[in-house]
Structures are given as structure tokens and as C-alpha cells.
């Protein structure tokens, strides 16, 4: 069985951390670089970094926060936001990003996985999801930071992007996103069931025990956070410990 990862999420906008709750009421928290270093020393498995504006202007900021994290921190780097083209994907690398996380874009232009996962391989791809619930077990895929619904089935999806060559699945739930009551465990598990790839659970972590729960009660092979981590409520190895003692392995 695949060791649990622990991977905090920075949102990164105009080169500042920032936190919102369901992707509203966003503020600065501090500099990435810094929390990368913090995360680092506490025993991160990875470090999430999305560019949320990922507008042109921000780009080369963004790239540089990217830069400057890869020569002061030694843990893999996934990197998202704004990622549409082969091209991206190898800027993204160059600067020292280990994988890419492709969300809006993916759904918009699925050839871009393919492409992606056959030229720098399957390893270096993610691909990013916004899910809300439509339904009983039926959920819906969102893009554009949770504004636009695609009314594109959840399940369908996954298997896409699994068919299509992604590593990896990081799968957010809009309704649990920034409100710290958990992970979307009905969500997370009918998706570790449809595919076969890794799947990263986001959205909703709000105690310790959740961390626990989402591993016992889903196929997720990693969990993700962020406020959790920016405010200091938890540090990664207290989840690690705390999982341990639950005889869950972790990296």
C-alpha cells in the first residue's frame, strides 16, 4: 500500500499567500517562500503552489515565488493556475515545479493531458478538480476557481483523465472548501472507486481527525490543507503522528 501524504496548499495571488472560504472573502496571509521553508522543516510530503490569479500580468511573478521556493526547500513541488499550454507546463518545470496541476484548462482542452503526460510524462501531470453536488451520489465539475459549472458528470470525468494519461487526481470539494468540516468523504470515496491513479483530497479539513477519517474511509492516498497550516492550528507532523497512531502508514 502507498504511504499517505500530508501536502499543504498555498494559494498564491500578486506573489502573496492568500485565504478564502467557499473561494470568497480572500486576504493575504504572507509570503510563500516562507511558509514553503516552514512547511519544509515540519515534514511536508509536498507543496501545493496555485497562482489563483494566474492572470498574464502575475505569471512572472508567480514563476519567480516558484524559483526562489525550489532552491531553499527539497520536497516535490506541484505548481497550478493559469497552465494552458504545453509550453506553461515546461515553464512550470523549468522554474522547478515537479508537476503541473491543470484544472479549468483540462476540462476545456482535455488533449492538453495527453500532451502533457506524453512529452514530460505521466508523473509530472495533475489534474485539478472543482466538484459540487447536484444529486444524490452525482456531482458536477466547475471551472474558473468554482464560477462556472460544466455540467460535466464528476465520474465521467475522472475515468477521462484517467484514459487520457494523468498521474494523479487532486480533487476539491466546492461545498466543503474552506468551511473545516471535512473532508467530502462521499465524494472522495466514489471517486477512489471509479479510478485507479492516485487521488489527493482537498477541501474541508478543519481537525486532526480528519486527516484520519479521509485515509480509513477512502482510497485518497494523500490529503491536503491549508488554513489548518497558515494559522498555525496544526503543524504537519502532528498529522503524521496523529495517523501513525491510528496504525495508518504515512510517509
Known amino acids: ?26 486576504k493575504d496571509v504572507g509570503d510563500p517562500v516562507e511558509y514553503a521553508e516552514e512547511y519544509n522543516r515540519q515534514g511536508a510530503d509536498e507543496l501545493v503552489f496555485y497562482d489563483i490569479t494566474a492572470s498574464f500580468e502575475g505569471r512572472g511573478v508567480f514563476l519567480d515565488v516558484v524559483r526562489e521556493t525550489a532552491k531553499k526547500v527539497f520536497v516535490p513541488l506541484t505548481v497550478g493556475g493559469g497552465i494552458k499550454t504545453v509550453d506553461d507546463i515546461r515553464e512550470a518545470l523549468r522554474a522547478g515545479a515537479d508537476k503541473v496541476s491543470v484544472n479549468s484548462q483540462a476540462v476545456q482542452n482535455p488533449q492538453l493531458i495527453k500532451d502533457g503526460a506524453d512529452i514530460f510524462g505521466s508523473q509530472c501531470i495533475c489534474v485539478g478538480i472543482d466538484a459540487k453536488k447536484i444529486a444524490d451520489k452525482k456531482w458536477t465539475v466547475y471551472i474558473n476557481g468554482g464560477r462556472v459549472d460544466m455540467n460535466l458528470d464528476l465520474i465521467d470525468w475522472v475515468k477521462q483523465i484517467e484514459q487520457l494519461g494523468a498521474g ?15 473532508f467530502d468523504i462521499e465524494m472522495l470515496d466514489a471517486v477512489c472507486k471509479a479510478v485507479n491513479i492516485p487521488v489527493i483530497a482537498s477541501g474541508g479539513a478543519g481537525k486532526i481527525d480528519d486527516f484520519s477519517e479521509v485515509f480509513e474511509k477512502t482510497g485518497a492516498t494523500a490529503a491536503l490543507a491549508a488554513s489548518l497550516f497558515h494559522f498555525k492550528e496544526l503543524t504537519v507532523g502532528e498529522v503524521k503522528e496523529y495517523c501513525r497512531g491510528k496504525g495508518i502508514i504515512v510517509r
Open 1 to 26: 500500500m502507498l504511504a499517505k501524504r500530508i501536502i499543504p496548499c498555498l494559494d498564491v495571488r500578486n506573489g502573496k499567500v492568500v485565504k478564502g472560504v467557499n473561494f470568497e472573502g480572500i
Open 168 to 182: 494523479e487526481i487532486c480533487l476539491n470539494s466546492i461545498d466543503a472548501d474552506g468551511t473545516k468540516a471535512g
